[in-house]
């Protein structure tokens, strides 16, 4: 079941789209049905349940950090997480940039840009991210590689197809100035607007694992 659905996905994302198996509550043997199918890329939003998980699975896993990140928790993925996808302030650039510098790497992140009218979703705003690009990155131990959004909750494709063309004409914009390549929408609801609207990465969880309870 769990490598049909992302067989059956992938075949139909252009290829340029990464499909991240967001596996949040679900358990390893969930998980070890897709990596023994040969998915890689696999998303959490829970800092101790993503390092449980990646010490009990295979290295070769890219973890992608998907949700809201404490400050105090970047230590614990620190030294292995492949992407976090919600940087949602300066001051967890400057804590990302710290433990980077202490694991002797360079931490992909992206942007969160806050794109949906609801306000208790994280990101930058607009003009906030405008300011951060505007500026020499300050953080050699951080490397900015695109952005991330996530959508109104609603059943209103027109207001969701708007905010996703909106971010993706943002990143287009600073594309080739900041080297951004990668662009972070699309769930499982909304996966398909999001890509006619030119994300390249789709974080999709219920309709590979199953709904959550
Ligand atoms: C849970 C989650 C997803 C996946 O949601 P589904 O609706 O199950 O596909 C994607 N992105 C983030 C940030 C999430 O927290």
């Known amino acids: 079941m769990i490598a049909a659905q992302i067989n059956r996905l992938t075949e139909q994302f252009p290829k340029e789209v990464t499909l991240v198996a967001v596996s949040k509550t679900k358990p390893i043997s969930a998980l070890e049905e897709a990596y023994n199918a040969g998915h890689r890329d696999f998303g959490e939003n829970k800092v101790q349940e ?112 708007r905010e996703f063309d909106t971010l993706s004409a943002f990143y287009s914009s600073w594309k080739t100035k900041k080297s951004l390549s990668v662009l972070s929408m699309g769930m499982s609801n909304d996966y398909a607007i999001a890509i006619s609207s030119g994300s390249n990465m789709v974080r999709i969880g219920s309709l590979i694992f199953g709904s959550r309870n």
Request: aromatic share 8%; proline share 3%; glycine share 6%.
């Open 50 to 161: 993503l390092c449980q998980k990646a010490e009990a699975m295979s290295s070769e896993i890219r973890w992608h950090m998907i949700g809201h990140l404490q400050r105090n928790k970047v230590k614990y993925i620190a030294p292995f997480v492949h992407l976090i996808h919600g940087v949602d302030s300066e001051r967890l650039l400057v804590e990302v940039n710290k433990q980077g510098a202490k694991n002797n790497r360079i931490i992909d992140v992206l942007i969160q840009i806050h794109i949906a009218e609801e306000s208790s979703k994280f990101g930058f705003s607009y003009a906030e991210a405008v300011t951060l690009f505007s500026n020499e990155n300050p953080y050699p131990n951080v490397r900015v590689i695109g952005l991330m959004g996530m959508a109104t909750f609603t059943n209103d494709k027109e207001q969701v197809k």
